[in-house]
């Protein structure tokens, strides 16, 4: 049985970050394999009616059936592959939910980020948990309370670690990936979801 860290959100929604839950060799075997393995895309989003084409990758693996819609395109699954599903069950047993997607992101470098946004599209079950497993480079990692934007938590994301967002985080809160040009090396993030 994993211990339960502490809620990192004083209110509104449940964060809990499990730490480095692989080794520092497993997480970098986990990396390589991710890097050669993962078909790798360029993801798509609509901002103000322009399609804008990003630097950070990203891959969507899902079981069948499950495509995922989110700044105005839309992602048909890849197949599970042995060690995603490996990755899953991991997850799944730190965080005692049942994940049934997942999407990849590849940053090349701290010059590539996530700004203020929230994991709350109408085809994820709502307030279902996000695991989000991290490889890589350590990049910090941020919230913000909506109706509060002077209320923010933040972390460090180590290689192999695990972070969960349950109950109403996407509800509550916003959350981002700084920007930071001192970070040269790729970080891979997987965060596995629950899909309608």
Known sequence: ?????????????????????????????VMATL????PWRS???????????TARKVAWYADAGQAYTYSG????ALS???ELLELKAVAEAHCGSRF??????????????MGWHSDDE????????????????ERRFLFKLKRDPETKRGLTLEPGSLLEM??????HWLHSLPKSTRIREPRVNLTFRLMH
């Open 43 to 53: 993801d798509e989003v609509v901002l103000f009616g322009k399609r804008i084409v």
């Open 100 to 113: 049934n997607s997942c999407l990849l992101n590849l940053y090349h470098n701290g010059t590539e980020g």
């Open 166 to 171: 349950a109950d109403t985080t996407q509800t």
């Open 1 to 29: 049985m994993t211990e339960v860290p502490p809620n990192l959100l004083p209110c509104d929604g449940i964060a809990r970050y499990f730490g480095p839950v692989f080794s520092p060799v497993e997480a970098q075997q």
């Open 80 to 82: 599970w592959t042995p």
């Open 73 to 76: 395109t839309t992602k048909e």
């Open 122 to 137: 109408p085809s994820i079950v709502r307030d279902s948990a996000i695991a989000s497993l991290s490889f890589g480079a």
């Open 35 to 38: 890097m050669m393995a993962v």
